[in-house]
């Protein structure tokens, strides 16, 4: 087995299999590796060396819909969460678990206590769900889920449309706040909930940065989370053999 540059194992899990890193670990999570919040919440989890269990899912064969999940997440998406540290209490949504996560193990780099600052942060988590989200939406979903359909390729270009207005108001952002993260000079669970929407595109070959400074380097700074490489092995299988990891 690998180790991360935390020397924590890297784990290389198959369909329903789990496992603990390290020993005492209090958090479960529930995901597979294209996810893009599941990518977010994982990151949190790597970058500050909290433990946790990472039970991967197999979506193409509908693990996340079955009954026994159903009991976790209602809603039978992933990320989902289980802490034990809080009786079993379960979540799901990717910008909840992350809150919750930073409130519970006093995180509070990543989700600041004060008014303001943190004002800052649920800004971009909510902004997040009505922008950068459709990435995914209406970029990589048609793109892996859709080859061969006549409106493929339309699809394509319509999301293209939409993330280029996106970008360049996280550009315009940037450049106004003149911090090398989203709402200061640390990265934020905002930062990490909208990186894993836009680090996957130019995998895919789906949309370049190369036009905007800021959001470039931005995404360089992410890039070099503690981490950050093994969160990201599921986008670069799915882009290696097209079948979703």
């Not at 949190?44 to 009991?71: I, N, R």
């Not at 990201?232 to 990891?245: E, F, M, N, R, W």
Request: hydrophobic share 40%.
């Amino acid at each position: 087995q690998a180790k991360t540059k935390s020397n924590a194992p890297i784990f290389h899990l198959k369909p329903s299999s789990t496992c603990f890193r390290p020993k005492m670990a209090t958090l479960k999570i529930y995901g597979f590796g294209l996810s893009q919040p599941v990518r977010s919440v994982r990151l949190l989890l790597e970058a500050t060396g909290v433990p946790y269990e990472y039970v991967y899912m197999d979506v193409m064969s509908g693990e996340h819909k079955q009954p026994e999940f159903l009991k976790l997440n209602p809603a039978g998406q992933l990320p989902a969460m289980v802490d034990a540290n809080y009786g079993g209490f379960s979540m799901g949504e990717g910008a909840a678990i992350l809150q919750h996560i930073c409130e519970t193990r006093d995180l509070t780099d990543w989700y600041p206590k004060d008014p303001v600052h943190r004002c800052k942060v649920n800004y971009w988590l909510h902004w997040h769900h009505n922008n950068s989200r459709k990435f995914t939406t209406l970029i990589v979903v048609p793109f892996l889920f859709k080859k061969g359909a006549p409106t493929q390729q339309e699809e394509i270009e319509a999301g293209k449309k939409v993330a280029k207005d996106v970008v360049e108001f996280i550009e315009a952002r940037l450049a106004d706040v003149k911090t090398p993260y989203l709402t200061g000079d640390k990265p934020t669970i905002a930062d990490l909930l909208i990186l894993c929407e836009l680090d996957q595109l130019p995998i895919f070959n789906l949309f370049e940065f190369t036009e905007y400074p800021q959001v470039t380097a931005w995404l360089d700074r992410l890039r070099g989370l503690k981490g950050y490489d093994v969160c990201l092995k599921g986008v670069l299988d799915t882009a290696s053999t097209g079948k979703i990891h």
